[in-house]
């Protein structure tokens, strides 16, 4: 640019250049896409160079958050580069709640005392949690003339544990 006064002008001025920022959305990414009541799932965000990632919830920023959704939950990122926003990206976590109450069955309705018995637990997905801490399909257990009360839940390697099964007694 030059400045014109009457005949006079001026030097040409220094060269300005503008930079246009167009962030584009995060690829968003979550370590589960469901997750049980009370469990964890890490959200990262890629593909923000030069920016910084601001997520949806409670005003986390950075590549990689920890969210503990209580139900069907949407997380937003978006990528900031200046005062220039992207367009938002988003992942749905669901909740889990679908494992089956088991049920326990008894190899035998009467026992003498002394006598075993197996309780085996059906309808199991996962892996069976008895109140007497085993963790096998099936435990022998030897009931005596006091009341003994058994039962049972099941868990999966997400950590999710079905409802606990009717006590068999």
């Known amino acids: 640019?030059?400045?014109?006064?009457?005949?006079?002008?001026?030097?040409?001025?220094?060269?300005?250049?503008?930079?246009?920022?167009?962030?584009q959305p995060p690829l968003l990414t979550a370590?589960?896409?469901s997750v049980c009541p009370g469990g964890s799932v890490r959200l990262?965000?890629?593909g923000c160079a030069g920016g910084?990632?601001?997520?949806?919830?409670e005003?986390?920023?950075?590549?990689?958050?920890?969210?503990?959704?209580?139900?069907?939950?949407?997380?937003?990122?978006?990528?900031?580069?200046?005062?220039?926003?992207s367009r938002p990206a988003q992942v749905v976590i669901d909740m889990r709640t679908d494992l089956p109450k088991p049920t326990i069955v008894?190899?035998?309705t009467t026992a003498c005392p002394g006598?075993?018995?197996?309780?085996?637990?059906?309808?199991?997905?996962?892996?069976?949690?008895?109140?007497?801490?085993?963790?096998?399909t099936?435990?022998?257990?030897?009931?005596?003339?006091a009341s003994h009360t058994y039962y049972g839940s099941c868990s999966v390697n997400n950590g999710c544990s079905s409802p606990r099964s009717d006590a068999y007694t």
């Open 1 to 23: 640019a030059t400045c014109v006064v009457g005949s006079c002008k001026s030097p040409v001025s220094n060269p300005v250049t503008v930079t246009v920022l167009d962030p």
């Open 31 to 33: 370590s589960e896409r």
């Open 44 to 46: 990262t965000a890629e």
């Open 52 to 57: 910084v990632i601001q997520w949806s919830e």
């Open 59 to 85: 005003g986390q920023t950075g590549t990689s958050i920890v969210v503990k959704p209580t139900t069907r939950t949407t997380y937003t990122a978006i990528c900031r580069q200046g005062n220039c926003l």
């Open 106 to 108: 008894c190899s035998a």
């Open 115 to 136: 006598e075993f018995v197996t309780l085996t637990v059906e309808n199991c997905t996962g892996t069976p949690l008895w109140n007497t801490k085993e963790t096998t």
């Open 138 to 145: 099936s435990i022998l257990v030897a009931p005596t003339e």
